[in-house]
Every structure is written in structure tokens, then in C-alpha cells.
């Protein structure tokens, strides 16, 4: 929520801002802002409600003076309405500080009154005002700007990533962060600072990622990382994978568009390199770990919206393959009641962004209590797989759209992988056992790739059904979670309410929801799997044909059972049980992009969303 970039050096710093902010939309875009300095050494701050085209548009016409120093920001709006006044910077010491903030300051109410006693005057309703006029306050008695935040943010409760830059310190950018992201782009004359890699990477690939509780500055020249006590740290180096190009839409006429068709390469480049000429997966990552993993006895899965069910989804196979208990949570659930955690209680967390702060606050209190934490995560540098005790990167790409899809065929993908790691470390399957499963895995690309090209009756179905008021999913076994998260899909990207059920509970109450034209997607087993399962299926579409229920049967090729009783089939390509949610997801996912955009929606940034949750 909320991204923010800073800049210094010799590129005029509005473009550098208005470029870095493009990329960091995806975070918040409800309102955007800068604050330059320029080369009369004077503040100079623009913002506007609405998105950053408002801004950028702003910009062009009054244009403002050349300037080498600035910061930028693009907000969710979390104290205070989405209005130009409340939009970001905030100044402070009369105009001659600028500041932007990611997070909440949880004690602002307090400090504001403190501020207000003293004579201090405030222009919005936001809580990062108050950060702005007591470094403002603070830099008055210090005349530093890395002093002043050393004062601040000993003053903080919350989370909060802050930047700020002074007039009397041209050539600086000041930046704090406690539980939300900041990383450090290194660059040859000029250094950034961002929310994301993402914000520079156009203009240097080298990086550096700050820890939790650090103050650092950076000049054209010198980049300087201190704790908030002023004493030097050290701070991790990283190359980013990816080129500019990749976080771009490439032609496509939507980043979420662009990301469906990179799904074959998504799951391809996740098993690059972790499964070997024999088919057994080894996973470089988790070398030196296997006494951790067959001392463990029970798994605990953690994460958030579709990440989550990637979670439920991988749980069938991690129990089959693996044979060890597996729990799934809401990471916000797990962090808020006393969950049973042991020294033997391996806590998986699984996110996209890896700044989900309810993901991070639940891996935080896992390791507290005890728990061994292996992060799945998309993103090199964020801050969950830096506190946890091992990673294993999904190498989707950047995810731009705020729907995610490819990161979730990723998240399966990392999941089956460490589960297949886990059984054979475990012994709990034969070897030739697990490279069957490798293989399945191996095929999956090339089985998604037929299913895009084939995408034309899911988008033609999507254009009839764009008046529907209500949409629901069926789905038993692993096919639960992908009538979930295809629900998900459908309410976030098209604002229509979308349920999805476990096919054996529609008796138990949901059925009372069908009426005379209800269109329910049924993901349908294969039959080659379970014969049982199968049948269970069909009998539920019969049931709820029976009372008028429109059925769209997801079914693989060649299941006739399905034809009699369904409106419309959309086939998948074979594939063993466990590997169908990797298949049955893509024509959901596409169908709610197309239903979304037949209604004339922004499917990138749907409203209301961030995609980096990064308040609680
Ligand atoms: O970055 P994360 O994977 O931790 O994000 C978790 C959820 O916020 C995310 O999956 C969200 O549900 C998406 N909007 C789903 O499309």
C-alpha cells in the first residue's frame, strides 16, 4: 500500500519520480504526489487526487524547473479521504522539508496533539502529516536531516517506511523503515530509493535491502545505512533478475493480459533448476536443511487471498507426498488466537510480494514462538523471506496487474516442488514415485500454453455472461480452492458477487442459492483420478441443473460423462489430479478478466486494491 521512490543525481528528478511512481502504481493509486528540489534550492511539491496521470498531467502543463533531488509517492488511502490535500508530501519547518510515508503511525493522534499544543498547524487528516511536522520540529533543533529522523522515529509506533528530503541539505534523500519495504538502487552518480526494485530498475540492476529499524541516506555518490541509533549496519547486496522490459506491457493491451500469457513460463521458470537428470527434485536453496525438514511434524501453511489458496490447494499433495499434517491459515487468523507451535512446526509462508504485512507480523510471531519459517516468495529483497529461516523465490516475474495469476501458478509450482524436496528427504515415496511427479510437473508449461491458445470459448462466454449478478464455483478435493480462488477472481476484478463452494457442501445450505438461471463453473475431476470423485461431481451438476442452475464444466478432454448435463464445457489438457488446479485456474482466471473488461473495467487496478498489502 502505497509506493514511494526517492532520487539523486544528475537525470532530472521528475522524471526519474514520474517513471519510478509508473511502476509502483500497482501499490496505491488513489492519489500521487513529488517534492523536488530545485536549483534555487527551493522545495517545490505538486499533488493530486486521482491517478498518477492526473499528476503527471499536472506536471507537463505548469512544468517545474529542472531539479536533481526529490521524492515520490502514490497512495492507498488508509487515514484520511483520497483528496489532494491529504495526497503525499507533507511538509514541514514552513515549507522547507518534504516527507512521504508508507504504513500507519499508529500513535499519531497523541504526537498531533503534542504538535498542536506546541503552536503547530496541520493542512490534512493523514497520520504521515504528523511524521512531516515533527521531523520538521526535530530538524529545527538539529540541522541535520539523518539526526532529526534518529529523534522521529524514536517517537513512532506502527509501520512505516519514510522519506524525506530538506532544502538546507540539497543532494539528499533521508529514508526509515520499520515493517514496510525500502530498498536502496545503486546506480553510477545517481542512487534511489523505492518501495520495489521495480521504481530504478530501468536505471541500475544493483541493489541493496535494508533491515528492519535502519535510517539511510543517500547522495549522488554515498549511500549510508545506520540503525536508528546512528550506528552503522550492513546491509545485503543483490542483483535484480529482470530488466526493465519486464515490468513493462510489452504490446499487450493490459498487464494482467501479459501476465496470463507468461503462465507457461512463470511455472517453467520455477522448476528451472531444481530438478535433476534422475527427476528428484533438489531444491539449492534448502541445502544443509534436510536434519530440519525430517525432524518436523507438522506443517503450517500461512498467507493471504490467492496466495492462501495456493496454500490449500498444494496441501493435498504436500500430505500425499510428504505424508505429514498440514495445516492452511489466514496469516491475520494464525496471528491473533495462541496457535499450537512447536520446535518441530515448520511455518510456510507463501507470498507474492513478500511484504504482506499480516503475512510478515504471522511469520515474526511463528519464529517466536519457536517455529522453524521457509518463505515462498516472488520477490528478491522483500522483507518476509529476510525474516525467515529459509526461502524458496517463485520466478514468475514481476507481477504488476493487482489480481494475481501468474504468481499463483508460480506459488503451486515452488509448493509441489518443496513438497516433492520434502518426500524424498523424508523417504516417505520411492524414487520412482517422485519422478513421475516431476515429470507431471515438467509437462504443466506446455499444458497451459494449449489451453491460452485455446481461450477463445472462456472469452466469448465472458462477453455473454457480463450482465450476471451473481456467479457460483463448485469444486471437491483440489479443485476446491481453485473454485475459490476463481470466485476471488471474479469479485476483485468485476465487482460481481462470486462464491466458491466445496461441491459436498452444496446439500449442507448453498443450494438454496440456485434459481432458474444461475450460472455455476463446476471444476470437474478427472475420472481417470478418482472414478468416485468424478461421479460425485456430475451428480452434484445434475442436482443443481435439476433447479435451473446454468453449468459451466471445467473438465479435462475426452469426459463425456460432463456433455449431457452442461451449458457449456471448457476443456483442459490431461493431467494427473494433483496437477489440474495448474490447469483449471487459467480459464477462470481469463474469464474474469474478459467479463471485467466487456463492463468496461480497469482490470489492472481494480478498485478499492493495492497489491502490496503493506498495513495490517
Ligand atoms: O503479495 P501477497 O501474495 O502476500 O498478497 C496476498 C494477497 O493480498 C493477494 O493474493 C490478493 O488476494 C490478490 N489481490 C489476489 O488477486
Known sequence: MCGIVGYVGLNDSIDVLLGGLSRLEYRGYDSAGVAVIDETGTIRTRKRAGKLAVLAGDLKSGAMETSHTGIGHTRWATHGAPTDGNAHPHLGDDGKLALIHNGIIENFSPLKQELLDEGFAFESETDSEVAAVLLGREYRKTNNLREAFQNVVARLDGAFTLLAVHENEPGLVVGARRNSPLVIGLGDGENFLASDVAAFVEYTQNALAIGQDQIVSITPDKVEVTDFFGAPVEVEPFEIQWDASAADKGGWPSFMAKEISEEPDAVANTLRGRIDADGQVVIPELNGLDELFVDINRVVVIACGTAAYAGQTAKYALEKWAGIPVDVELSHEFRYREPVITPQTLVVSISQSGETMDTLMAVKYASEKGAKTLSICNTQGATIPRESDAVVYTHAGP??????????????????????????????????????????????????????????????????????????????????????????????????????????????????????????????????????????????????????????????????????????????????????????VIPLQIFAMELAIAKGLDVDQPRNLAKSVTVE
Open 399 to 584: 507481477e504488476v496487474a493487482v489480481a494475481s495469476t501468474k504468481a499463483f501458478v508460480a506459488q503451486i509450482t515452488a509448493l509441489y516442488l518443496f513438497a516433492l524436496h520434502l518426500a524424498r528427504v523424508r523417504g516417505t515415496q520411492s524414487a520412482e514415485v517422485l519422478a513421475e511427479q516431476s515429470a507431471e510437473l515438467l509437462a504443466v508449461p506446455a499444458k497451459i500454453a494449449t489451453i491460452l491458445e485455446e481461450s477463445g470459448v472462456v472469452e466469448e462466454l465472458a462477453r455473454w455472461m457480463s450482465d450476471s449478478r451473481a456467479v457460483l464455483f463448485l469444486g471437491r478435493h483440489v479443485g476446491f480452492p481453485i473454485a475459490l480462488e476463481g470466485a476471488l477472481k471474479l469479485k476483485e476484478l468485476a465487482y460481481i458477487h462470486a462464491e466458491g463452494f466445496a461441491a459436498g457442501e452444496l446439500k449442507h445450505g448453498p443450494i438454496a442459492l440456485i434459481e432458474p438461471g444461475q450460472p455455476v463453473f463446476v471444476v470437474v475431476p478427472s475420472p481417470r483420478g478418482s472414478a468416485m470423485l468424478h461421479s460425485k461431481v456430475v451428480s452434484n451438476i445434475q442436482e443443481i441443473r435439476a433447479r435451473g442452475a446454468k453449468i459451466i464444466a471445467i473438465a479435462e478432454e475426452g469426459d463425456a460423462a460432463v456433455l449431457p448435463f452442461a451449458d457449456t464445457v471448457i476443456r483442459i489438457p490431461l493431467a494427473a489430479p494433483l496437477f489440474e488446479p495448474l490447469l483449471a
